[in-house]
T-cell receptor, first 115, second 114 residues
Framework: EAGVAQSPRYKIIEKRQSVAFWCNPI?????LYWYQQILGQGPKLLIQ????????DSQLPKDRFSAERLKGVDSTLKIQPAKLEDSAVYLC?????????????FGSGTRLTVV | DQQVKQNSPSLSVQEGRISILNCDYT??????FLWYKKYPAEGPTFLIS?????DKNEDGRFTVFLNKSAKHLSLHIVPSQPGDSAVYFC?????????????FGGGTRLMVKP
């Protein structure tokens, strides 16, 4: 089974620029998550999708962050404009609905550096 | 407001001995607890989980213990191996119809010395 694919692996941008990250989940997984991991901290959930609908985006800074999953498969996370504090690894994960005890699969992440 | 905390940023253990990683939480609504392992430049990898209605779950060398009254869980690795050296994250789950939303601790870096 292919894993969760993310691109790019690394991105360096200047503050106030915009950036987008792409995620392709495991085939058949209806639920997709985006997490932000700042250096030295644990991952923090930004948004959860089921198919193409948002389930929870309560921790997404909506003034600058947006995410979509238009066809219920791939997803894009965008930051516009970026701030220095957005420097982090952005992780995508996917799972079947209703899994509680099953640890879902993460991609390798996109490391963003804002200078 | 840190709902999940790992108070030890690092732990060093000799190969063959037991590693014990600890985690505390505050929200009694969490329904599952999970441990993830992370190597550099990779995403977290699921290791083991426990339901909030159980107090122990074992999988090979890995055992997770849950003390609900103390809101505390621990991961035991016996015997520890050099390949276990990684950052370990404790995570607590709130399950909804779509899946589970995880709240992570800050991680503990485990170093197993040969």
């Amino acid at each position: 089974e292919a894993g969760v694919a993310q691109s790019p692996r690394y991105k360096i941008i200047e503050k106030r620029q915009s950036v987008a990250f792409w995620c392709n989940p495991i085939s058949g997984h209806a639920t997709l998550y985006w997490y932000q991991q700042i250096l030295g901290q644990g991952p923090k959930l930004l948004i959860q999708f089921q198919n193409n609908g948002v389930v929870d985006d309560s921790q997404l800074p909506k003034d600058r962050f947006s995410a979509e999953r238009l066809k219920g498969v791939d997803s894009t996370l965008k930051i516009q404009p970026a701030k220095l504090e957005d420097s982090a690894v952005y992780l995508c994960a996917s799972s079947y609905p209703g899994q509680g005890d099953y640890g879902y699969t993460f991609g390798s992440g996109t490391r963003l550096t804002v200078v | 407001d840190q709902q999940v905390k790992q108070n030890s940023p690092s732990l060093s253990v000799q190969e063959g001995r037991i590693s014990i990683l600890n985690c505390d939480y505050t929200n009694s609504m969490f329904d599952y607890f999970l441990w993830y392992k992370k190597y550099p430049a990779e995403g977290p990898t699921f290791l083991i989980s426990i339901s909030s209605i159980k107090d122990k779950n074992e999988d090979g060398r890995f055992t997770v213990f849950l003390n609900k009254s103390a809101k505390h869980l621990s991961l035991h690795i016996v015997p520890s191996q050099p390949g276990d050296s990684a950052v370990y994250f404790c995570a607590a789950s709130l399950t909804n119809n779509a899946g589970n939303m995880l709240t992570f601790g800050g991680g503990t870096r485990l170093m197993v010395k040969p």
